[in-house]
């Protein structure tokens, strides 16, 4: 490496995150202040009804307005401005840490094009005729997915991922119910490396939940699914690759032998960055998959949604589909609710359109060929990591040694911990002083002192190295002064924060009312 | 897969050829696919995938969804009286100012350190949306009103381990779907009947339905077909009486002028915060609020995300964090409370900021408004010969049922006729209500003029006596 290419990236020593020291909006509050004024109704609405409170029942009308604050409108622009900028978005940083959730670039195209009033201003009951050009979005993405999973249908009525994996299970016991089978099969089988919600989202439709662990090649054995399956058995919901980033290679035969056993296989494709045109639902046997629209497929994740599943089924399963679905006749898109054992629905209306207009853009953006790169690239890119993080003093990477990982891996400071006494979370806190955001893992650490990092294809070389220079330095700093990382973060929005209240009936406190009540400093007037 | 060129995606910078190599030599292999060794050959995809053409030009990529999105005709290119749960309200210039900042669109599940400002306008947000209700405990939001009033459903079934819940059969058909797939068939799901001529829940069916067994009782107000459910303590009354819980669900814009369900006894208040401040985007721009008094029975059986406030290493610097974690899925898979994930936190960022624009005197003048011109609406619909609304004898708030029984048209022929006139008549209630016939679902708020109404009033006129079908 020459010197040139060395200075390229450089760890941002004299980082330092917004700090406004920000009131909570309800100490803004100035009586007699406005934020905005609300249009009048017209003088001959007026006349014609009045003042329109009087013909409420007497019980129905607020006697006293709600308490909220008085703040004139630039003020209040101010104050959100400011805790945006408390706010570190994938925009600003090299957003590899949260891994599990494909923290891509969302092209700003995309939020241009969902701005348009052509998305933001249209009724979803409008008659289909003026709807043309949503539906046929709609349609097209479908058919998409269809060629990327080779599923037979989707529904893009999942409100999220998690949603989508209820949608799984109410599906899966209405196949069983029309079947006849639904009170014999209550028992989903998942992976403890597949998301919380697999087991979460199918233990609300009433399902037993069994969870298999991995064994020391960090994968569920066929031994052990073939122990768990029975002619209880309802399903099986899995991601591959497990969180883990190790893709199991006997995915088929899970598949084959919980068919063998009257069951479904439900595919949690939410790791499907890295495999997009390498591999196929379809191909590995599942009956029902699902893809994250705000992960894979490049819509922003919006502080925590809005997000939105797609779900794919085999021709087996189309009928049990929620309603509506868009089908295409006759030159016209239009919403068929005639699904004969449809689960019904489980979001108003038909979907999450801006996210799933995004999703399109991407996909078209990408296109045949480039669909493929991104995946090949963000399972380079991985690699490139793991390679560097194992040499890291006090990380590791259990399972699988020598192995590559497909788009994520999941890391371990145990080593540095037991050296140390330096946590996982003080090494997040840590890197937050450099402007890098370090996630821990979904919980339970089955790998203790976790950290799962997936670096997607949006970043470059130079962004990755100097991840990693945070990363070495932070490991550097715990083994010369631990109390140093301990007591982190400095430069970040706020200091070590208290958790100890947050699990006390008595002093928690969710909204500022009940903080004011609790705090013993009821100033409401 | 072969390119001609060395062509580089904008958006894959280690499409580089130089880059790749450079790091296939760091990972030490000759190509990607080696990457790819677990994958066992019979899984692998051998084809190039059946898709477009890229468009990886940003202009042409804008062109082609214009293109496709200009086929949508919308409620600004004409005058539109839909609502039921997608609403139509104008949405002040700083809601989207806000929202669509980098920091807040992009941002995601960072810690309550470099995301502070993420915890804090979502903790306000819950304290504004308490203000609005009247109650100590609003969660982060959920996907939509279809899931708020499930979960709240389930929480019930909780809170009181009880078996079944009572819903009014006037709720939202979509809301109905969903709370049914969602509950069954771990609860049992039964309906109560209205009043045919008031539309206000028929008391003596719920007095006969109620039991030991019934873990609570949900209706709407205002209902999905618009008129104010008047008796709301007297059902919550005898839910109480029966160890059940209230549910109501709500539509939070008329909270500035209604009293909120927490004055008339419901122990669980939900709904959608979708008319605060966010566009209508096809109903897909949904968020679900739940709202429930401060006490550990409600506050332990949420499954979202409760932000909490609290304090820091550094005196007087306020902190934030999760409240009781553990009752989730994401601390304890299966045995935490439903699930939780991604929903709609920048649609609950967004109301907060409406809500604080508005203020207790915008959030009255809003709410008289739109009772002012919803009834000036209906006043002047039922003027028309064959016309009656509204439908229910009852007070509105924002919608109404206009009744056509007596016109000598269906809805449907009405809507088509509208449509030629630019008009996007009230949703069709004759499929989903059968028992009203031919009635339409009609949406009034600030956003339509008087002039909006009249034209309204002529072109149904029109249509009214027009042989055309």
């Known amino acids: 490496m020459t010197q040139k290419e060395k200075k390229k990236y450089r760890l941002r020593e004299n980082f330092h995150q917004a700090k406004w020291d920000e009131p909570i909006i309800f100490e803004l509050h100035t009586p007699g202040e406005r934020g905005i004024l609300v249009t009048e109704a017209e003088p001959g609405v007026v006349e014609a009804v009045g003042n329109g409170i009087s013909a409420l029942p007497e019980n129905m009308i607020r006697k006293q307005g709600p308490a909220l604050p008085e703040v004139s409108q630039m003020r209040i622009l101010k104050h959100y401005l400011r805790l945006s900028q408390q706010c570190l978005g994938a925009d600003f940083n090299i957003d590899i840490g949260q891994g599990t959730c494909t923290m891509k670039y969302s092209p700003k195209i995309h939020k241009m094009l969902a701005a348009s009033p052509k998305v933001t201003e249209i009724h979803p009951w409008q008659d289909e005729s003026t709807i043309q050009g949503a539906l046929e979005i709609m349609h097209k993405l479908d058919i998409f997915f269809r060629e990327i999973s080779g599923m037979s249908r989707f529904s893009l009525q ?79 919901f899995i991601t591959n690759p497990e969180d883990t980033g190790i893709f199991n290679p006997n ?35 599942f009956d029902l998959c699902f893809f994250n629209l705000h992960k894979t497929f490049s819509s922003p994740h919006g502080c925590g949604g809005p997000a939105s599943g797609a779900l794919g089924v085999t021709d087996d399963l189309i009928d049990f589909l929620p309603v509506p679905l868009v089908d295409y006749e006759d030159e016209k898109y239009y919403l068929n609710y005639d699904i004969p054992h449809t689960i019904g629905k489980t979001r108003g209306f038909h979907g999450v359109f801006p996210v799933i207009l995004k999703a399109y853009s991407w996909v078209m953006s990408l296109g045949r060929a480039w669909l493929k790169e991104a995946a090949q690239v963000a399972v380079l890119n991985n690699n490139y990591l793991l390679e560097n993080i194992k040499k890291i003093r006090g990380a590791a990477s259990p399972f699988a040694a020598g192995k590559h990982r497909i788009e994520q891996v999941r890391y371990t400071w145990e080593q540095l911990t037991q050296d140390t006494g330096v946590t996982t979370e003080d090494v997040t806190c840590r890197m937050a002083d450099f402007g890098f955001h370090l996630w821990s893992s979904h919980h339970p650490f089955v790998v203790p002192q976790p950290f799962t990092i997936e670096p997607t294809e949006s970043y470059s070389k130079d962004e990755l190295d100097e991840y990693l220079e945070g990363l070495r330095t932070v490991v550097e700093e715990a083994y010369e002064d631990p109390e140093k990382v301990k007591h982190a973060p400095y430069r970040s929005v706020v200091h070590k924060i208290d958790h100890s209240t947050l699990d006390d009936p008595e002093k928690w406190a969710i909204t500022w009312r009940a903080y004011l009540k609790k705090d013993g400093k009821d100033k409401k007037e | 897969m072969k390119k001609k060129d060395p062509f580089v995606h904008p958006y894959i910078p280690n499409s580089v050829p130089e880059v790749k190599t450079k790091m296939l030599e760091a990972v030490g292999v000759k190509d990607i696919e080696d990457l790819y060794e677990d994958i066992p050959e019979h899984l692998r995809f051998k084809r190039e995938l059946n898709l477009p053409e890229a468009l990886p030009s940003e202009l042409d990529l804008k062109r082609h969804v214009e293109k496709i999105l200009s086929k949508n005709k919308t409620c600004q290119e004409s005058i539109s009286f839909l609502g039921g749960g997608c609403w139509p309200h104008y949405v002040p210039a700083i809601c989207d100012e806000i929202n669509q900042r980098s920091e807040f669109l992009t941002a995601y599940a960072g810690e309550p350190y470099e995301d502070h400002g993420r915890f804090q306008a979502l903790f306000e947000y819950q304290s504004l949306m308490a203000e609005l209700v009247d109650m100590d405990i609003v969660n982060v939001p959920t996907y939509d009103w279809c899931q708020a009033a499930s979960t709240s459903l389930r929480m019930a079934e909780r809170i009181t381990q009880r078996g079944e819940v009572l819903v009014a059969d006037t709720v939202a058909p979509d809301r109905l779907l969903a709370i049914r797939n969602y509950c069954e068939p771990v609860v049992k799901v039964t309906l109560i009947k209205h009043c045919p001529e008031t539309g206000l829940l028929d008391l003596d069916d719920l007095k006969a339905k109620m039991s030991k067994n019934i873990a609570g009782i949900y209706f709407e107000n205002p209902s999905f077909l618009g008129f104010i459910e008047s008796k709301g303590q007297v059902i919550c009354d005898i839910a109480h009486e029966s160890g059940a819980l209230g549910i109501v669900g709500v539509d939070p814009i008329s909270l500035g002028v209604l009293a909120p369900p927490s004055h008339y006894g419901a122990d669980i208040v939900c709904g959608d915060v979708q008319p605060l401040g966010v566009h209508m985007n096809y109903g897909g721009a949904l968020g679900g609020f739940i709202a429930t008094r401060d006490e550990e029975r409600f506050v332990m059986e949420y499954p979202s995300r409760l932000f909490g406030i609290t304090k820091t290493s550094v005196d007087g610097e306020y902190g934030f964090g999760d409240v009781a974690y553990d009752r989730t899925s994401f601390g304890v898979r299966e045995r935490g409370k439903e699930f939780v994930g991604t929903a709609a936190a920048l649609w609950g960022i967004t109301a907060g900021v409406y809500l604080s624009l508005m203020g207790p005197k915008g959030m009255k003048d809003l709410g008289q408004h739109i009772l002012q011109k919803s009834q000036y609406a209906m006043k002047r619909l039922s003027e028309i010969e064959g016309v009656k609304t509204p439908r229910f004898a009852s007070a509105h708030f924002k919608e109404f049922v206009v009744d056509f029984n007596d016109t000598k048209k269906s809805v449907s022929q009405i809507n088509r006729l509208l449509l030629k006139q630019g008009i996007f008549g009230g949703k069709d209630l004759s499929l989903e209500f059968p028992d009203l016939g031919q009635c339409a679902l009609y949406c009034v708020t600030e956003i339509h003029t008087n002039e909006d109404i009249d034209s309204l009033v002529n072109a149904l006129t029109d249509c009214l006596t027009s042989k055309d079908e």
């Open chain 1, 158 to 236: 999942p409100s999220s991922g998690s949603a989508a994996i209820f949608i799984m299970a109410s599906m899966v016991h209405a196949f069983h119910t029309f079947h006849g089978e639904a009170e014999k099969r209550d028992e989903i089988i998942t992976t403890i490396f597949s998301h919380p919600s697999d087991a979460a989202a199918a233990a609300v439709k009433g399902y037993k939940i069994i969870t298999l662990y991995h064994d020391e090649d960090g994968l569920v054995s066929v031994d052990a699914l073939k122990e768990a399956l029975s002619d209880r058995t309802a399903a099986l």
């Open chain 1, 251 to 285: 995915i088929a035969e899970f598949t084959r032998l919980v068919h063998e056993a009257g069951g479904l296989c439900g595919y949690d494709q939410a790791n499907a960055n890295g495999i997009l045109g390498i591999t196929r639902a379809k191909e590995a046997g």
